[in-house]
């Protein structure tokens, strides 16, 4: 008889399940909207990153739609082998002026473009300097290099310093590589601080912008424009999945490196490009951010109104200076109970628990968008003030 080879996974599920670690996932019947149908039922949208409401937007929809009429469905090519269309490039042009880079080149998905362009700066005799709490794409990106990772506490330029003192010396080249805003925390990077260390080490600097594009800078330029760092960040890593409502990702940067990445980047080379309708639907994007900064200060304004409010009725918020608004509750199964009685109270925001954060710091995220009304916002305040009383949280 032999043993039952599949029985390490049986294990594990059976053990995340234990630990109230275990992931359900909910049903999405609807467009994302601040109103969204999630299993059957009609509920508050606290929990995407749909921060602008673009995922759904008029203009981005006719835009694709547009799209599909002129390019069809699919790119049916890997840029590189087959030819790239003009969408792509024109989507490329606009992204790099819009935020004030020299080159700009797209990829499938943030997530691709961490794992496209790390391994192409650094290899197995280059070290990376990563905070401790950068994302799951960075720190793949970074495995897939073979570089050495040394990691420097969170958000703290004196041990980015230290580390480097300590260890640059031992590789050929060094990358600093930061989260700009923290996903789970909401906490900003101290970009500055950390690029004139970084700078003066001779490392090249990188910045996963992805809570940032649309978010951060003027008029949601990123976090390189936030912080003026124009021309110094070799690479800005951004998603256009989050506040630009679409699907993808860019690498902004310096244009040799956006060039060598044409020539270097496997997901570039053996991936094919995004659809025409995304394409289209991202630049009706920039479009729409360029005309006005409404959407942009509407977030924040509603960001500066709910943490307040939150925190007046006794919630921890934690460090969170951006739209990511965590409620920190400690345990998984607590955190979970949370979220799933404020589902009954008509509002859907997920339970963050280990691995997406540290254990014992499970969480509810809450993500505000500029799609909320102010009866948006009360609604949810009234139901996270029930169930914090009845739980015992505040
Ligand atoms: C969400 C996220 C990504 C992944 O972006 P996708 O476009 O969804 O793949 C990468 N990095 C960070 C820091 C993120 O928060």
């Known amino acids: 008889m032999t043993a039952d080879k599949l029985a390490f996974i049986t294990d594990d ?23 969204t149908v999630v299993d ?90 990563s905070d401790e709490l950068n994302h799951a794409s960075i720190i793949d990106g970074c495995r897939l290099s073979g570089a050495r990772i040394e990691r420097f506490a969170h958000c703290s330029p004196e041990d980015l310093a230290r580390v480097l003192e300590e260890k640059r010396g031992q590789y050929r080249r060094a990358l600093v590589i930061t989260d ?24 090249l600097f990188m910045v996963d912008d992805a809570h940032g594009e649309g978010v951060m800078g003027r008029g949601g330029r990123g976090i390189a424009d936030h912080f003026h760092l124009h021309g110094k960040v070799d690479v800005e890593v951004g998603t256009l999945s989050k506040a630009f409502g679409v699907m993808g990702g860019v690498v902004a940067g310096k244009k040799l490196i956006t060039d060598y990445l044409r020539q270097r980047a496997r997901p570039f080379l053996f991936s094919s490009a995004a659809t025409p309708a995304d394409v289209a639907a991202c630049i009706a994007a920039i479009d729409v951010l360029e005309e006005s900064t409404d959407l942009v200060d509407r977030l924040w304004e509603n960001t500066r109104t ?76 009234a139901a996270f003030e029930r169930v914090g009383r009845r739980l015992g949280v505040i």
Not at 184 to 201: H, S
Not at 329 to 352: I, T
Not at 356 to 370: D, E, L, Y
């Open 306 to 381: 709910f943490k307040a409010e939150m925190v007046r009725l006794g919630f921890n918020t934690g460090q969170s200076v951006t739209p990511i608004t965590p409620v920190m509750l400690g345990e998984a199964p607590l955190a979970k109970e949370f979220s799933r009685q404020l589902f009954e109270e008509g509002v859907f925001a997920m339970a963050l628990g280990f691995p997406t954060v540290p254990r014992g710091k499970a969480r509810i995220r809450v993500m505000i968008s500029a799609g909320l009304a102010q009866s948006d916002l009360e609604f949810g305040l």
């Open 40 to 129: 059957g039922k009609r509920v508050l949208n606290l929990c995407t990153n749909n921060y602008l409401g673009l995922a759904n937007h008029p203009r981005l929809k006719e835009a694709a739609a547009k799209a599909i009429e002129a390019y069809g469905v699919g790119p049916a090519a890997v840029r590189s082998i087959a030819g790239t269309m003009d969408l792509h490039l024109q989507f490329e042009e606009r992204m790099a002026r819009f935020k004030g880079a020299e080159g700009v080149i797209s990829f499938q998905s943030g997530f691709c473009a961490n794992l496209a362009v790390i391994p192409v700066l650094v290899g197995k005799e280059d070290g990376v300097f």
């Open 180 to 203: 700009g805003v923290f996903s789970m925390d909401g906490d900003v990077a101290p970009l500055d601080q950390e690029y004139e260390i970084a700078e003066r080490c001779g490392c």
């Open 13 to 35: 599920v059976a053990a995340l399940k234990d630990q109230g670690l275990f992931i359900n996932i909910r049903t999405i019947q609807s467009a994302q909207g601040p109103w």
